[in-house]
């Protein structure tokens, strides 16, 4: 089987979902990525890769092209659309350390084409940090919110504002923190009504949601179904 065999694209995802695929680069060889970005490039078509390690990203026929942040480990290939608009999702990370599942969430966002703004390092170890930034946070309809250790951000902000909250656990946090676990299960168990949760580190999860309910609202506003 050769390496184009081992893959298909979901090149209408898009018209099905309103998300265009995502290419998860985690256990995905350097060969098998290039033949990915191969494929696209024949179609014309632009990919988001998610997951990609600078080690890995060096290895690739196609680096130069890409439009690669470290800290999210996420790259563009081809032409993204143009962000525009107003900053309807706010971004809010714990702290410093939370930030690169926050960076995911806005590149996947900004590849979207959909503005966010990034509210960073105002976990409830500091409340004030918060406090002073609430009302920049409330002006946004959905705000994810990033936290590791007691995920403790979350429920706080989820009593704070009126809009849609998307919660990500991550992995930061000392011993019994788990990898994260301890701050999913926070998350699940908040006592803040209708937060949304996923899985353990996945900003660009966190972001495909926001979506979803931004072209939710985008369709009742317009009366269409799709």
Same mark, same amino acid.
């Given at each position: 089987m050769s390496?184009?065999?081992e893959f298909t694209l979901d090149f209408a995802r898009s018209e099905r979902i309103g998300l265009e695929e995502a290419i998860f680069c985690a256990g995905k060889s350097p060969e098998q990525i290039d033949a990915i970005l191969e494929a696209a490039q024949a179609r014309g078509a632009s990919l988001l890769l998610t997951r990609l390690d600078p080690e890995k990203r060096d290895r690739l026929r196609d680096a130069a092209r890409l439009d690669y942040c470290p800290v999210s480990r996420t790259a563009v290939f081809g032409e993204a659309p143009r962000v525009t608009g107003p900053a309807r999702v706010a971004v809010v990370a714990a702290g410093t350390s939370d930030v690169p599942v926050a960076r995911?969430?806005?590149? /996947?966002?900004?590849?979207?084409?959909?503005?966010?703004?990034?509210?960073?390092? /105002?976990?409830?170890?500091?409340?004030?940090?918060l406090t002073t930034r609430i009302e920049e946070i409330r002006a946004h309809p959905?705000?994810? /919110?990033a936290a590791g250790m007691d995920a403790a951000l979350p429920s706080v902000v989820g009593g704070l504002v009126a809009g849609a909250v998307i919660a990500v656990p991550t992995s930061v946090g000392y011993g019994v923190a788990a990898g994260g676990r301890v701050a999913l299960e926070a998350v699940l168990a908040s006592c803040a009504p209708g937060i949304t949760v996923v899985n353990?580190?996945?900003g660009y999860g966190a972001a495909c949601a926001a979506l979803r309910l931004l072209h939710a609202a985008g369709r009742l506003a317009t009366g269409t179904e799709r």
């Open positions: 390496i184009a065999e995911e969430a806005l590149r /996947v966002l900004a590849y979207a084409g959909r503005p966010a703004s990034l509210f960073a390092d /105002v976990g409830v170890a500091g409340l004030w940090r959905v705000v994810i /919110v353990i580190d996945n």
